[in-house]
Nanobody
Framework: QVQLVESGGGLVQPGGSLRLSCAAS????????MGWYRQAPGKQRELVTT???????NYADFVKGRFTISRDNAKNTVYLQMNSLNPDDTAVYYC???????????????WGQGTQVTVSS
């Protein structure tokens, strides 16, 4: 059994910052790419950023220069530092991890449960 548990969401004023965390646990063998997606009300889920196990990153244009993804491989945790937040960033943020697990080394993408980020004055 593998779980991804997110934390760090909440209400923040425009221009403020938040840091999201996502910890993977369970019978994990290896974690490859990790990432963050978001889904705003009435919109499709969209990619925010990804990071490989070696630390290479990719960002959506709408967060470049404002958000930073990082990971701690020893803790199986990925982070999302969000700065200069604006109301358009309001969404449920989901983390994911591509990993192998169990004695059979099965490969699967797992998702967190989502954490709400609301940017409002």
């Amino acid at each position: 059994q593998v779980q991804l548990v997110e934390s760090g969401g909440g209400l923040v004023q425009p221009g403020g910052s938040l840091r999201l965390s996502c910890a993977a646990s369970g019978s994990i063998f290896s974690i490859y790419d990790m990432g963050w997606y978001r889904q705003a009300p009435g919109k499709q889920r969209e990619l925010v950023t990804t990071i490989t196990s070696a630390g290479s990153t990719n960002y959506a244009d709408f967060v470049k220069g404002r958000f930073t993804i990082s990971r701690d491989n020893a803790k199986n945790t990925v982070y999302l530092q969000m700065n200069s937040l604006n109301p358009d960033d309001t969404a449920v943020y989901y983390c994911n991890a591509d990993l192998t697990y169990g004695s059979s080394r099965s490969f699967q993408r797992y998702w967190g449960q989502g954490t709400q980020v609301t940017v409002s004055s």
